[in-house]
């Protein structure tokens, strides 16, 4: 990732003449556009856009675009970031036993597609301890009872912040998680769901598939929220499945597209193609 | 399609030797044996297998093999059919107002990709009459309303009986059927619905799809059954669809999606390639 | 399709502010931008634009628009397109024996799926002549032999004219062109063939992809060029195959792929999505 | 797996009763048939079948069924091994630089997907030496020069015999293997390709796709022979791409076809799913 490469994201009412504007006050900046993306939802009446763009001009950098953009973002009334691409996304991971969702972020991020850094693991078994600490990370266990789980959930939150966490993300960590978690961290948390939701929404949803019989199987990475399993989408993956996959079948073959469908959204996520309206989530792909 | 060929299903409960006694039989009866599919449930301790065969040597064909199974067939208590593949099934379509699923099944009929007869289309809207008929085909629009469906229901089970239907394919009938037609034509209606079940059951699905934001929509063939969009799943179709997609555009992507699900469904069906065993349908496909 | 939408399509070398600039162009015109789509080709440093767009205030319409970016587009070095989304393209469909890609295209154009006029169906065999006209469609025969292969592209060639063809589509049309009449209608030419190039380029590609034991088969939707099965690739279809599928099957699965790669394919072009640039299509899909 | 598990693969000229002569010796040895497959290539006239059953009523296990089947082996001329499920097989990996199909093959074997033991990794390069050490296994490196290849490939050779490897991977290797070599491993070196093969057979397949502008890359498992990238295929992947994936970003995506067609290729292998025929793969899946 170029370090000259900011991100622009950008959504607000629709108007005539935004795109234009918008990717006029960049070229009068000095940036120079790599990538851009626009999208105007009639339905809504709302326009979304992701301009990445060049700048050597500049002397602070980002610092100086923000200002700049400040203005026009008011006049439009628009919800905006400015981001520098290179900076690293700090990410706490959330796993409970299973390993394939960890492991593939592991590997993901080793090797250099996806730009986060994972200050610590968290899990309410102690099971995948070992595997996180031999990769050099740090690894907490947080048991979790009924009783006591909006006090272990402070305790997350606590080292959340102490580790400055810009997003968390539930690898397969099979705990609903209390609605002021959700709202703390609104957009910032994204799970992934072993199933095609909305079918299968809640728990053992590749038993209740195989009992559906259906034909293909699938993943949906989302972000969470305080309603279970139905926060917006941001990816989902899957895959052709027959009579003779029992469970044990459908659970191997739907881990990969819980990897894969992770691995993309957390990407997308971290690369700021992501905005989301209302329910829906926008998604300029790469 | 070659007129020796014949064609066993057979499902019954588990037993050691089944396989080993179904094809003894085939090659006892002096059949050469063309496909071979054989599936055990081990959750349900069930069964299930297809044998293709070409045969020359027996005078009556089909009946010969039929009364010879008839023994083996009830020592290990099988449902079990012999068909001469080449036979066509007799299919009355049922139709609304859309015409895409309609005009695959016409052009697969034409094409010889799917070896049926088709007596008879009938809708409960006049609109696609003229398609039909220009097709060479009788048209029967059977007006509905709520207060006259239970009777119009009897008209078409009387048109289907007069035309010794062996099957009915709802290509986007729009309305529930009454639970004694399912049942008197039990795993014999076959329904394509425009969502990839479980997700989306019931009206609209593409405007469900697009309001949760899904990432890839679908359609679904099955057996109706008096439950709506429930009964046992035979083929599944997916395409990736995007935020742009408003709800035109999932339609669009639908149709193709409806078009092939439907079209592949009814051949497992037609060729006895589908087994049906509670919810589940075990289907061999080609 | 909007009376009022207008469809930019611009490409040109890059240099910074073009999307400012062109956006800026229907901004100041009065142009409601409803689509928006943008691609820099950095390794050859291009600029590709489509811009969709609503106007009610020039009185001329396409004619205003296309004056007022003359000179932009001289400025940028620019190739460009205006035109209104509603015009339907005039398009003469060339077969030979096969009426499944035929069929396909006849059917998306009675939809509306595809904004197409059919003045002319041309073929080299007579077979499907009878389904041309019943669809109420002109059919020439142009019988080809080798020696006389040059005359009868003359005659085609001259058909086309009559008929002021704007595209040509090779729907399963199983001859090679000479090479000046693909340099006549270059970029208007659009071909299905039916494997996954450039694997198993030019005659019989199933029979070769069976002989391979390839895992998947395909269809390219692609523009012609002089060189055999070579041109921009404008999409592409897949389908997973298995052992037990004959050449018979094959080609039965591979028709499902040439329909929906060509469906896509002309509605892309026909929508103004395609950009050509080099042996490369930039493809701007819905 | 169960330790009772026993898998016979056999392969043979066809002839009437085969399937119902192989599944008779298995009942009468007093296994119980858990999966059974069976093909019959009507081109070659070969039979092909793959039975999983289970056993407690022999002494000897594996060698009685041997013992057993070999003279009905003998009187239809087959190609058969039977072998216990659960003994793992002795699998090399041989890799150069990149990680990715390496870190694939060390994630299945962990999880218990992939029944093999690694009792060493070979690297023409030093590169990954420390990723393999650190999981606990074995790492040679064995420096490539065009000149002392040869001599290399005796020292590779000489380190599979000591360590009784029934299966070589090449997990990305990027040298040319001699001849020599494959005859000595023939159906027992399994690769990697970067591309849909056929397609970009041979070096640098992302950069080609990316020049020819493809609309799908892919991955291609197969057998290595002394002809490059052309022995019998056992797995492709494929996905999506568009005009705006640089090279970096096919190769991105490429990557994640290569680690699922390599992953399920591999367990195919290995759980005696795959019987080889010419230049074909007969694979029953699972």
Redesign the interface.
Known sequence: MDERTLILKVSCPDA?????RV??F??GM?G?????H??????SGWFFARLAFEDDSQPDGVASYRSGFEPLAREIQADWTIRRASTPVRTVVMVSRE??AL?EIL?RAS?G?LNVEIPLVISNHADLGPMVE?SGLSFLHVPMKAATKDQAFREIHAACQAVDAGLIVLARFMQVLPAWFCETYAARIINIHHS?????AGADPYRRAY??????I?ATCHYATDKLDDG?????E?V?V?????IT?LK?HGR?CER?AL?RGLRFHVEDRVLIHG?????F??
């Open positions: 005539v003449g935004l795109l234009s990717t006029g960049v070229a000095g120079n556009l790599l990538e851009a626009q999208f105007t939802d009639s339905l390993d394939h492991a590997w090797s597609e031999d095609f939701l909305p079918a299968f009992e559906r019989g259906v034909k293909l699938g917006p989408i941001i990816e989902q899957v052709r027959e009579h003779f996959h029992g079948d191997r990969d894969l691995a329910p829906r989530a926008i998604v792909r790469d």
